[in-house]
């Protein structure tokens, strides 16, 4: 596996032809000042060891050990190894809610935009757990499998948009038993496996008790996280608020009593959200408390530094273009190269 340490870098080797360009030019210059003073040919005749092509090729030498000492400054790297790391953790699967009611502007500056902001600040958080994220609606899809990279995990939290799921609705039992078949079978046998379900709650209960129930069984715990309030709001899509068959404006509200239900029967907890806390926090140190279970995680933890390569090619080319003179040498003209 190939890799540069510091990429960035690489913007600097853009440099290189600028300078050409400015060589050329400052070339071209040079020819228009000699052509005042007469004849090019003649000006050849009395100077006869200047040599156009000796400045060039220093100026190529100069060029490539200056693009050589940028991929070495960027650290190029090969892996050298898969080296398998193990850690005492859990296996979170995050359920988010992207329904158009999770639009609603009862948080600042929806309750969606909110729940994305948190689960940023979770992330940032966790260090040897494992975590994967569930989108849904009317239906369900796995946004993000199981991993341990946390910055991927990030990445894709920010992309979380009621757009990901095309069947509007709140199945919270389809997206409950999307996140059972989810994890691991490493953890299987364990007890350090917790859904996290971040949702309105508005919505019927289309098997998600039963679903419960098969966590239960299976070990499974299930936290409920309720982001909205009891009063409700509006809900605006394209700076438009939803209206009913009747014309009137549609008021999403907090649905607590089957979020509380799936919390109890699995040994979860319940928690409402609040626009100074969604909630997962009081989740996160719950989930503290249980008991972890041995990860392990395979990937490229040694690389071999390569920099080093590039950086005495660099310098054996800056020796050689000190030496390189911009006139001709009488005692090797006959053995002239640049002729």
Same mark, same amino acid.
């Given at each position: 596996?190939?890799?540069?340490?510091?990429?960035?870098?690489?913007?600097?080797?853009?440099?290189?032809? !600028?300078? %050409?360009?400015?060589?050329?030019?400052?070339?071209?210059?040079?020819? =228009?000042?000699?052509?005042?003073?007469?004849?090019?040919?003649?000006?050849?005749?009395?100077?006869?060891?200047?040599?156009?092509?000796?400045?060039?090729?220093?100026?190529?030498?100069?060029?490539?050990?200056?693009?050589?000492?940028?991929?070495? !400054?960027?650290?190029?790297?090969? &892996?050298?190894?898969?080296? $398998?790391?193990?850690?005492?953790?859990?296996?979170?699967?995050?359920? #988010?809610?992207?329904?158009?009611?999770?639009? +609603? /502007?009862?948080?600042?500056?929806?309750?969606?935009?909110?729940?994305?902001?948190?689960?940023?600040?979770?992330?940032?958080?966790? =260090?040897?757990?494992?975590?994967?994220?569930?989108?849904?609606?009317? *239906?369900?899809?796995?946004?993000?499998?199981?991993?341990?990279?946390?910055?991927? +995990?990030?990445?894709?939290?920010?992309?979380?948009?009621?757009?990901?799921?095309?069947?509007?609705?709140?199945?919270?039992?389809?997206?409950?038993?999307?996140?059972?078949?989810?994890?691991?079978?490493?953890? /299987?046998?364990?007890?350090?496996?917790?859904?996290?379900?971040?949702? *309105?709650?508005?919505?019927?209960?289309?098997?998600? #008790?039963?679903? %419960?129930?098969? !966590?239960?069984?299976?070990?499974?715990?299930?936290?409920?996280?309720?982001?909205?309030?009891?009063? &409700?709001?509006?809900?605006?899509?394209?700076?438009?608020?939803?209206? *009913? /068959?009747?014309?009137?404006? #549609?008021?999403?509200?907090?649905?607590?009593?089957?979020?509380?239900?799936?919390?109890?029967?699995?040994? &979860?907890?319940?928690?409402?959200?609040?626009?100074?806390?969604?909630?997962? *926090?009081?989740?996160?140190?719950?989930?503290? /408390?249980?008991?972890?279970? $041995?990860?392990?995680?395979?990937?490229?933890?040694?690389?071999?530094?390569?920099?080093?390569?590039?950086?005495?090619?660099?310098?054996?080319?800056?020796?050689? $273009?000190?030496?390189?003179?911009?006139?001709?040498?009488?005692?090797?003209?006959?053995?002239?190269?640049?002729?």
């Amino acid at each position: 596996m190939f890799r540069f340490a510091n990429p960035h870098l690489l913007w600097l080797l853009l440099l290189v032809p !600028a300078m %050409a360009g400015l060589f050329a030019a400052a070339a071209r210059n040079r020819r =228009r000042r000699l052509a005042r003073f007469g004849n090019p040919a003649i000006l050849r005749l009395l100077m006869p060891d200047a040599s156009p092509a000796r400045v060039r090729f220093r100026f190529l030498l100069f060029c490539t050990a200056a693009a050589l000492v940028v991929l070495a !400054a960027a650290r190029p790297q090969l &892996g050298s190894k898969l080296r $398998e790391q193990t850690s005492e953790g859990i296996e979170m699967m995050l359920v #988010v809610d992207v329904s158009n009611s999770m639009l +609603a /502007e009862d948080f600042e500056p929806n309750r969606l935009e909110r729940t994305k902001y948190a689960i940023g600040k979770l992330f940032d958080g966790l =260090r040897q757990d494992r975590v994967g994220m569930i989108v849904f609606a009317g *239906d369900a899809a796995v946004q993000l499998p199981i991993t341990s990279d946390y910055r991927m +995990a990030r990445a894709f939290a920010r992309k979380i948009a009621p757009s990901l799921v095309s069947v509007q609705g709140t199945d919270i039992g389809r997206a409950l038993s999307l996140a059972l078949l989810s994890f691991s079978e490493k953890t /299987e046998q364990s007890h350090s496996r917790v859904i996290i379900l971040i949702t *309105d709650g508005e919505g019927h209960d289309n098997g998600a #008790v039963e679903v %419960a129930r098969r !966590a239960a069984e299976q070990g499974v715990r299930i936290f409920t996280i309720g982001i909205g309030t009891p009063e &409700g709001a509006p809900i605006r899509i394209g700076g438009q608020f939803i209206l *009913d /068959e009747n014309g009137q404006m #549609v008021v999403s509200k907090l649905g607590e009593p089957l979020l509380e239900q799936i919390a109890q029967l699995t040994g &979860g907890i319940y928690v409402r959200s609040s626009n100074q806390s969604i909630g997962l *926090d009081e989740v996160i140190r719950s989930i503290n /408390e249980m008991q972890k279970t $041995e990860l392990s995680t395979v990937r490229f933890e040694e690389y071999n530094e390569q920099y080093q390569y590039f950086l005495g090619l660099a310098l054996l080319l800056l020796f050689l $273009e000190f030496f390189v003179l911009d006139r001709r040498n009488p005692l090797l003209a006959r053995f002239n190269i640049f002729r």
